[in-house]
T-cell receptor, first 112, second 113 residues
Framework: QKEVEQDPGPLSVPEGAIVSLNCTYS??????FMWYRQYSRKGPELLMY????GNKEDGRFTAQVDKSSKYISLFIRDSQPSDSATYLC????????????FGAGTILRVKS | DAMVIQNPRYQVTQFGKPVTLSCSQT?????MYWYQQKSSQAPKLLFH???????NEADTPDNFQSRRPNTSFCFLDIRSPGLGDAAMYLC????????????FGPGTRLTVT
């Protein structure tokens, strides 16, 4: 079993739709949860970060962490064609600093 | 703009022919990382440097080596590339070992013929 599981998609939605991206994990020691966005032929860039459980909102993006279920989500409201990218979840254990364990990424396509 | 730069962006090498990928950063970050990302797979950490201290992941093959001659530069050496080493190689940096945010370069896509 992989430490972090992520549905690879592709996920195709019309412009303006609400998008839900998800990851599950097996290591209960994970404390830092991140979402990276990776455009084609570019490196990943940090989009959202959450420590432990709870929600975090930043503009059209909301990150949720449910540690009891070992499940994290990223919601994108009013999706735009410019949101088309691969979204990677990543997690780390505090005591190991920031050695990130990534999911395989979900390809998102927002159609105009 | 401060950034992480990787050269070359595309590298073709022959089976068994040593190859070196380079990474430089203008962020003055202490930590530098090398990840391997195969198609449709998660980036996999190969090793990282905390300043000059080298940290190898337990499952990183011996075929992969790294050098960090100074704060700004880090190199990935693949001594005898196999077909299975074809991948995107990502370099990343972070300010410290306790900083959750990593800054990635654009990657080098390695093809092995």
């Amino acid at each position: 079993q992989k430490e972090v599981e992520q549905d690879p998609g592709p996920l195709s939605v019309p412009e303006g739709a609400i998008v839900s991206l998800n990851c599950t994990y097996s290591n209960s020691a994970f404390q830092y949860f991140m979402w990276y966005r990776q455009y084609s032929r570019k490196g990943p860039e940090l989009l959202m970060y959450t420590y432990s459980s709870g929600n975090k909102e930043d503009g059209r993006f909301t990150a949720q962490v449910d540690k009891s279920s070992k499940y994290i989500s990223l919601f994108i409201r009013d999706s735009q064609p410019s949101d088309s990218a691969t979204y990677l979840c990543a997690m780390s254990v505090l005591e190991y600093g920031n050695k990130l364990v990534f999911g395989a990424g979900t390809i998102l396509r927002v159609k105009s | 703009d401060a950034m992480v730069i990787q050269n070359p962006r595309y590298q073709v090498t022959q089976f068994g022919k040593p190859v070196t990928l380079s990474c430089s950063q203008t962020l003055n970050h202490n930590v530098m990382y090398w990840y391997q990302q195969k198609s449709s797979q998660a980036p996999k950490l190969l090793f990282h440097y905390y300043d000059k201290d080298f940290n190898n992941e337990a499952d990183t093959p011996d075929n992969f080596q790294s050098r960090r001659p100074n704060t700004s530069f880090c190199f990935l050496d693949i001594r005898s590339p196999g077909l299975g080493d074809a991948a995107m190689y990502l370099c990343a940096t972070s300010r410290s070992g306790l900083d959750y945010e990593q800054y990635f370069g654009p990657g080098t896509r390695l093809t092995v013929t």
